[in-house]
């Protein structure tokens, strides 16, 4: 399974920005999709949850402001970031908790894509 993330870049405080994550493979369900980030000298964090069925979580920190959304036909789910702050600045992670098919067959396990960076200048 591949996890493809995009959408990250440069924007000023106050701007928003649209992050995506596709993923791909031998998929058999993905059962949460999530966003993660991690700055720089500190852990890695929950941004956003969402499972197949639509109920969402987020950092108290980006309520109000972040909206996560998910198309499952397609296993693509999305990070609408408004009002962005300098401390959102962080390589981004989409996360993905499902099944997948395996030579021994189905299988359960978490997939990683690879990051993309938000940066907000103040």
């Known amino acids: 399974v591949q996890l493809q993330a995009s959408g990250g870049g440069l924007v000023q405080a106050g701007g928003s920005l649209r992050l995506s994550c596709a993923a791909s493979?031998?998929?058999?369900?993905?059962?949460?999709m999530g966003w993660y980030r991690q700055a720089p000298g500190k852990q890695r964090e929950l941004v956003a949850v969402i499972t197949s069925g639509g109920t969402t979580n987020y950092a108290d920190s980006v309520k109000g402001r972040f909206t996560i959304s998910a198309d499952n036909d397609k296993n693509t789910w999305y990070l609408l970031m408004n009002s962005l702050k300098p401390e959102d600045t962080a390589v981004y992670h989409c996360?993905?908790?499902?099944?997948?098919?395996?030579?021994?067959?189905?299988?359960?396990?978490?997939?990683w894509g690879q990051g993309t960076q938000v940066t907000v200048s103040s």
């Open positions: 493979g031998s998929i058999f369900s993905i059962e949460q």
């Open positions: 996360n993905a908790e499902g099944r997948y098919y395996s030579s021994s067959g189905v299988r359960f396990a978490p997939h």
